[in-house]
Structures are given as structure tokens and as C-alpha cells.
């Protein structure tokens, strides 16, 4: 099973490139690395995957090490809206596997 | 619809009821997903069904939660006997079901928030 850890809490400033990391040192072999993001009284929204190495999209990057181990979410040039929590989530969504999300980091942008 | 929908999205209940909360998926999405956040708190996965099957339950935190899923669609998670402790939004989500993007991505319900006074 699992277990991610995350940084509780981080501040930055608006244009500032934010990097969010995420330890699961017991990831198994089929596991994937998902990030969501959460806005308060919403449902999390799906931001990014990766499997190994680097994966890039519109809105974020995410950096995964040879062993695995832990996952860098980066985020360029933050803007107040992206003030939310940020969840690492660790798994296989196929069948006998349990999901487990990290307990969040909490991003406050600050103008 | 056009997303995963719950309901309902507030219950109020007493302590020692039953509690019965929906989810309607994504039409499609084979895949279905239970979560509980408590207040400030970060995701508990609960269960997750495969079509009408679910693999795991091991997630479940008592023998007083169960749910079941039918038609390859909606979901009903029952609390029974809620306590105090059972508090939160209890969130649902849905994807294609496949192993890899973006068939494996999760689309979240806006959650049902439970109170049991």
C-alpha cells in the first residue's frame, strides 16, 4: 500500500513558479502518479499524470526520478486563483489495488 | 448529465440512523469511486467498482458501511448506525476505467456533506 507524504502548507507569490513534492517510497511497479487540485466545497479536479521521467501539459509539469520514489508537481507562474490544495495520489485504478492520496498541500499565492 | 452528480448534497442526520447517499457517474465511465474528507482533512478512499463489481472493499472503515452499484451506473454508499465520527462530505467519482490516461482519470461529484448530530 502506498503511503504519500506532502508538505502541509506552502505560500508563494503571484508570477513565482511553485514546486509541490510528494514522497511514496513504497510505489509498486504498476502504479501511477496522479495530482489533483481542490478548490474549498468542490470535488478535486485532475491535473496531471506521470508515470516516469517528465510529463507536460497546459497547466503544470510533473518530475518523477528513476527509482520513483517521489514526484515533483510544478507549477509555472502562479496566479491568486491557483490558491487551493494539491493532492498526490498513488495507485493503480485497476482492480485490487487501494487508491491513497497524500493528505494535501495547502497553496496559498499571495499577490 | 454532463458530470458526476451526487445527492444529496447536505444531509443532517441523528445519531444511530441509517443514511443512504447517491452517486450518478458519468455516463460510460465503468469505473466508480467512493472517498470521505473530513473537515480540513485530505481524501480516504472507501471502495471503487469495476462495472457492477467492486474488487476492494478493504477500504470500507466498518462493517456499517456497504455499497453497492448497479446497472454499471449509479452507486448508493449506506452508513448504518451513523455515529458522530461518520461527519464529512463523502465524495464520489467516476472514469473510463482503463489503466491509463486519459482513461484513468477521475472526474469528482461535488459531494454529499454528511452531518450526524
Known amino acids: 500500500l502506498a503511503k504519500t507524504t506532502q508538505p502541509i502548507s506552502m505560500d508563494s507569490y503571484e508570477g513565482q513558479e511553485v514546486n509541490i513534492t510528494c514522497s511514496h517510497n513504497?510505489?509498486?511497479?504498476?502504479?501511477?502518479i496522479t495530482w489533483y487540485q481542490q478548490f474549498p466545497s468542490q470535488g478535486p479536479r485532475f491535473i496531471i499524470q506521470?508515470?516516469?521521467t517528465k510529463v507536460t501539459n497546459e497547466v503544470a509539469s510533473l518530475f518523477i526520478p528513476a527509482d520513483r520514489k517521489s514526484s515533483t508537481l510544478s507549477l509555472p507562474r502562479v496566479s491568486l486563483s491557483d490558491t487551493a490544495v494539491y493532492y498526490c495520489l498513488v495507485g493503480d485504478n485497476n482492480a485490487g489495488n487501494m487508491l491513497t492520496f497524500g493528505g494535501g498541500t495547502r497553496l496559498m499565492v499571495k499577490p | 448529465g454532463a458530470g458526476v452528480s451526487q445527492s444529496p448534497s447536505n444531509k443532517v442526520t441523528e445519531k444511530g440512523k441509517d443514511v443512504e447517499l447517491r452517486c450518478d457517474p458519468i455516463?460510460?465511465?465503468?469505473?466508480l469511486y467512493w472517498y470521505r474528507q473530513r473537515l480540513g482533512q485530505g481524501l480516504e478512499f472507501l471502495i471503487y467498482f469495476q462495472g457492477n463489481s467492486a474488487p476492494d472493499k478493504s477500504g470500507l472503515p466498518s462493517d456499517r458501511f456497504s455499497a453497492e452499484r448497479t446497472g454499471e451506473s449509479v452507486s448508493t454508499l449506506t452508513i448504518q448506525r451513523t455515529q458522530q465520527e461518520d461527519s464529512a462530505v463523502y465524495l464520489c467519482?467516476?472514469?473510463?476505467?482503463?489503466?491509463?490516461?486519459?482513461?484513468?482519470?477521475?472526474?469528482f461529484g461535488p459531494g454529499t456533506r454528511l452531518t450526524v448530530l
Open positions: 506521470g508515470y516516469k
Open positions: 467519482a467516476s472514469s473510463s476505467g482503463g489503466t491509463s490516461l486519459p482513461d484513468n482519470e477521475q472526474f
Open positions: 455516463s460510460g465511465h465503468t469505473a
Open positions: 513504497n510505489i509498486a511497479t504498476n502504479d501511477y
